[in-house]
């Protein structure tokens, strides 16, 4: 049974940094992409980083590019997303989500509906 558990969210000021995990359990990451989704209070979800199931290929959305990192231990079945120079407008329920590509490549996509396994999220604020 695919599972993904979120964890890490929390409180931080605008500027700083922040990393979120995701644990999985019950399938392989070599063949899975995984990505980062977010939805703030009053908007629509964002896909907001993906990782192919090479753990090579990365993708990220304009609004976080340069300033996120998602990367993956596969020893530990385990994706993070690092955020750091973060603004108020991250503030979000962020949560990651698995896609069963079925094999090893470096492509990924942030477009929600291609992903069936999520997790639960974890909230982040942005406060001073």
């Known amino acids: 049974q695919w599972r993904l558990v979120e964890s890490g969210g929390g409180s931080v000021q605008p500027g700083g940094s922040l990393t979120l995990s995701c644990a999985t359990s019950?399938?392989?990451?070599?063949?899975?992409?995984i990505a980062w989704f977010r939805q703030g209070s009053g908007k629509k979800r964002e896909g907001v980083a993906c990782?192919?199931?090479?753990?090579?290929?990365?993708d990220y959305a304009d609004s976080v590019k340069g300033r996120f990192t998602i990367s993956r231990d596969k020893a530990k079945n385990t994706v993070y997303l690092h955020m750091a120079s973060v603004k108020t407008e991250d503030a979000a329920v962020y949560s990651c989500?698995?896609?069963?590509?079925?094999?090893?490549?470096?492509?990924?996509?942030?477009?929600?509906?291609?992903?069936?396994?999520w997790g639960q999220g974890t909230q982040v604020t942005v406060s001073s």
């Open positions: 989500a698995a896609d069963d590509v079925g094999d090893i490549r470096d492509f990924c996509s942030k477009v929600d509906v291609l992903y069936d396994y």
């Open positions: 019950g399938f392989n990451l070599d063949y899975a992409a």
């Open positions: 990782i192919g199931s090479s753990g090579h290929g990365t």
